[in-house]
């Protein structure tokens, strides 16, 4: 199968400060990736459409310019996490859309997540 | 807009036992898709069957099933012969097609504990 890798696993920073998380298509070109954010004990909430080469879409009620989202090449998106905050502690999955060879549906790969914490 | 509605927050089963787990949804969409992912601790999202709404036949993937019943917008997967390795939590998601984008949207998930 696909596989779809984050870095890093696991942050902790202060206050202010800003994150960078990174979402890699290993071994296939994925044109469109997604971003999710998952609170402990609960589901994944979409938060950004990243599209190669063009602007990200956004979920209603999602911060654009809290959330930086840039997807510069076919294999790579990067979600920035600026001025954080602690209630921006949470999971982060990133997908990346790969073209079904037994299905006309364009399935999405996940990553193994990432941990932020702000203290 | 679409909602994924799953019922059972926490489930447990004995190993080698068959278990379901209920999914419901609402939409308006014609053509979309219904997924059952798998979480387990490490937290990686694990596709377990896809069901595409368009198929009448149940889809099947070794002792994961699936019964989709399309009028009631009912997608319940079933385990059979469970194993210590399907502990994890399970969501239901649907999948359909916004702006030319394909889209999620997931259920709050069950968590499945298989007992030895």
């Known amino acids: 199968g696909a596989v779809v890798s984050q870095h890093p696993s696991r942050v902790i920073c202060k206050s202010g400060t800003s994150v960078k998380i990174e979402c890699r298509s290993l071994?296939?070109?994925?044109?469109?990736m997604f971003w999710y954010r998952q609170f402990p004990k609960k589901s994944l909430m979409l938060m950004a459409t990243?599209?190669?080469?063009?602007?990200?879409?956004?979920e209603q009620g999602v911060e654009k310019d809290k959330f930086l989202i840039n997807h510069a090449s076919l294999t790579l998106s990067t979600l920035t996490v600026t001025s954080a905050h602690p209630e921006d502690s949470s999971f982060y999955i990133c997908?990346?859309?790969?073209?079904?060879?037994?299905?006309?549906?364009?399935?999405?790969?996940f990553g193994p997540g990432t941990r932020l914490t702000v203290l | 807009a679409q909602t994924v509605t799953q019922s059972q927050p926490e489930m447990s089963v004995q190993e080698a036992e068959t278990v379901t787990l209920s999914c419901t949804y609402d939409?308006?969409?014609?053509?979309?898709?219904l997924f059952w992912y798998k979480q387990p601790p490490s937290r990686q999202m694990i596709l377990v069957i896809r069901?595409?709404?368009?198929?009448?036949q149940n889809a099947t993937e070794n002792r994961f099933s699936v019964n989709f019943q399309k009028a009631a917008k009912s997608f319940s997967l079933k385990i059979s012969d469970s194993q210590l390795g399907d502990t994890a939590m399970y969501f239901c998601?649907?999948?359909?097609?916004?702006?030319?984008?394909?889209?999620?949207?997931f259920g709050k998930g069950t968590k499945l504990t298989v007992n030895p």
């Open positions: 997908s990346a859309r790969a073209f079904g060879r037994h299905s006309s549906y364009n399935e999405q790969f």
């Open positions: 071994d296939f070109q994925a044109t469109t």
């Open positions: 990243s599209n190669e080469g063009s602007k990200a879409t956004y």
């Open positions: 939409t308006s969409e014609n053509n979309y898709y």
């Open positions: 069901q595409e709404a368009y198929k009448q």
């Open positions: 998601a649907f999948g359909f097609s916004q702006g030319g984008s394909e889209k999620l949207v």
